[in-house]
T-cell receptor
């Protein structure tokens, strides 16, 4: 365990389903992130929450919707996904400023 | 634009040394280094904040040349446990670590 817990570890969903990914940290960090990791591509930043406010949305399609109810929890709500959205979704947290990131183990998402 | 890492992959015998490079086309504020083993979360190795700074972590060290917008990761007397994919993450001025951009990764394989 890294200190950042992601659930579920694996998810298979149809294109018409709605599901949510959950991320939890109790490291006292005040920034949380969603990254997408696809084969042979660099980690892609999707969303950044700093002090529970969204500060970055890298032109992510609206079928991905983040939620950060408090500094310890982060969700990624999914709906009407496409097969090309299949990937490993990583959550990370850090202390604002210059701290390193602590990543969760990820959710392996397959869209069928 | 993401930083460029080289080489893309390297195979070493146990005990050999390796250098992994990370170059950016933009000015850098800081460079992070992470290692990810197959099926696991990326793990933070170190962060370099100042130009010319060199940091060490056991037999893994790194340098940061602010002028050249480059960082290098040095692995000496490699061990089997060093196998994995190494990523650099860069932050641009004015600073902060909320918007890391990651390189495509360097896959390191250590053989006995």
């Amino acid at each position: 365990e890294t200190g950042v817990t992601q659930t579920p570890r694996h998810l298979v969903m149809g294109m018409t389903n709605k599901k949510s990914l959950k991320c939890e940290q109790h490291l006292g960090h005040n920034a949380m992130y969603w990254y997408k990791q696809s084969a042979k591509k660099p980690l892609e930043l999707m969303f950044v929450y700093s002090l529970e406010e969204r500060v970055e949305n890298n032109s992510v399609p609206s079928r991905f919707s983040p939620e950060c109810p408090n500094s310890s929890h982060l969700f990624l709500h999914l709906h009407t996904l496409q097969p090309e959205d299949s990937a490993l979704y990583l959550c990370a947290s850090s202390l604002l400023g210059s701290g390193g990131y602590t990543f969760g183990s990820g959710t392996r998402l397959t869209v069928v | 634009q993401q930083p460029v890492q080289s080489p893309q992959a390297v195979i070493l015998r146990e005990g050999e040394d390796a250098v992994i490079n990370c170059s950016s086309s933009k000015a850098l504020y800081s460079v992070h280094w992470y290692r990810q083993k197959h099926g696991e979360a990326p793990v933070f190795l170190m962060i370099l904040l100042k130009g010319g700074e060199q940091k060490g972590h056991e037999k893994i060290s790194a340098s940061f040349n602010e002028k050249k917008q480059q960082s290098s990761l040095y692995l000496t007397a490699s061990q089997l446990s060093y196998s994995g994919t190494y990523f650099c993450g860069t932050a641009n001025p004015p600073g902060g670590n909320e918007k890391l951009t990651f390189g495509t990764g360097t896959r390191l394989t250590i053989i006995p």
